[in-house]
């Protein structure tokens, strides 16, 4: 069954440092990728996905992530974290074709002013 | 115009009673989840419907029972609530029969469920 792991549970960071949050996920075939924000009390949004072409995409908020195949991975990233980036991420993936979409445990993410 | 709905927001009941949370979408998708998540924050899928129809059912107790009156919503009823259904669940949908960028899946605000 495929999986996906994001190995940051908690990360601390203080204002305008760069932001890497890992994810990788276990299955050999064509998967879609997501990453999800979720703030204090609300509700998941994607910040952004990948389906196929450009490895490195680009979301809201400033952050992007890049798909690297031979790696299974697609991290996170963010040049200078704001305050307001505290939030819960949550890495996603779905086989190709299927809609059940598998979430990673998270990573909680705090960024001291 | 809120895209993804759930009611009630809140609530908290007691152990063995049965509650329902309602879900609707606004969307024009044709597919619907329900989500858990626990108090580590992880989220699984329990339940997909597809034009009413049930396609991923996902090892969840008996008490858990998904309803689908139209595409546009997607209610769980819970008998016979236990403490270990305390939660958050949130409603999901999406419209993959086109593929690509319809498989973005959009979530409602969530259910906080407490059971004492």
């Known amino acids: 069954a495929q999986s996906v792991s994001q190995h940051n549970h908690h990360v601390i960071l203080s204002e305008a440092a760069s932001l890497e949050l890992g994810c990788n996920y276990s299955?050999?075939?064509?998967?879609?990728l997501f990453w999800y924000v979720q703030y204090p009390g609300q509700h998941l949004q994607l910040l952004l996905k990948?389906?196929?072409?450009?490895?490195l995409v680009k979301g809201i908020k400033g952050f992007e992530a890049e798909f690297i195949k031979s790696k299974f991975s697609f991290n996170l990233r963010k040049p200078s974290v704001q305050w307001s980036d505290t939030a819960e991420y949550f890495c996603?993936?779905?086989?190709?074709?299927?809609?059940?979409?598998?979430f990673g445990t998270g990573t909680r993410l705090l960024v001291s002013p | 115009d809120t895209a993804v709905s759930q009611t009630p927001k809140y609530l908290v009941t007691q152990m063995g009673n049965d509650k329902s949370i309602k879900c609707e979408q606004n969307?024009?998708?044709?597919?619907m989840y329900w989500y858990k998540q626990d108090s580590k924050k992880f989220l699984k899928i329990m339940f997909s419907?597809?034009?009413?129809?049930?396609?991923i059912n996902e090892t969840v107790p008996n008490r858990f029972s998904p309803k689908s009156p139209d595409k546009a919503h997607l209610n769980l009823h819970i008998n016979s609530l236990e403490l270990g259904d305390s939660a958050v669940y949130f409603c999901?949908?999406?419209?993959?029969?086109?593929?690509?960028?319809?498989?973005?899946?959009?979530f409602g605000p969530g259910t906080r469920l407490l059971v004492l």
């Open positions: 999901a949908s999406t419209h993959p029969s086109s593929g690509g960028a319809e498989e973005t899946q959009y």
């Open positions: 299955y050999g075939g064509t998967v879609n």
């Open positions: 990948y389906f196929s072409g450009d490895p």
């Open positions: 996603a993936v779905t086989i190709a074709g299927f809609q059940k979409l598998v």
């Open positions: 969307l024009g998708h044709d597919t």
């Open positions: 419907y597809n034009n009413k129809e049930l396609i």
